[in-house]
């Protein structure tokens, strides 16, 4: 059984800093392209950041460039979502995604397995 399950969420204030994990079970992520996506209320699910395969090529969403860095530790089956200068705006649900497809990384259709998710609450 595939089970991705994320942590390090939490409430921080704006310009603050949080570092979110992924450990995933049950399959070896290294023949995954991974990501992060995040939803918040009344929106829809949209991509934050994706890593492919090595961890040589990394894509971020607009809203995040500069700002957030995404990693891949493939040895521990782990990725990572550093988050800096955070702003209220940030504030969602964040879901760790993986897919072995070869379509465009930022779509969600994408997307094989997902995890349960992980709040942020960012405060003015």
């Known amino acids: 059984q595939v089970q991705l399950v994320e942590s390090g969420g939490g409430l921080v204030q704006a310009g603050g800093s949080l570092r979110l994990s992924c450990v995933v079970r049950?399959?070896?992520?290294?023949?995954?392209?991974m990501s992060w996506f995040r939803q918040a209320p009344g929106k829809e699910r949209e991509f934050v950041a994706g890593?492919?395969?090595?961890?040589?090529?990394?894509y971020y969403g607009d809203s995040v460039k500069g700002r957030f860095i995404i990693s891949r530790d493939n040895a521990k089956n782990l990725i990572e979502l550093q988050m800096n200068s955070l702003k209220p705006e940030d504030t969602a649900v964040y879901y760790c995604?993986?897919?072995?497809?070869?379509?465009?990384?930022?779509?969600?259709?994408?997307?094989?397995?997902w995890g349960q998710g992980t709040p942020v609450t960012v405060s003015s």
């Open positions: 995604a993986a897919t072995n497809g070869w379509g465009y990384i930022k779509s969600l259709s994408q997307y094989n397995y």
């Open positions: 049950g399959l070896s992520i290294k023949d995954y392209r």
């Open positions: 890593v492919e395969y090595s961890g040589t090529y990394r």
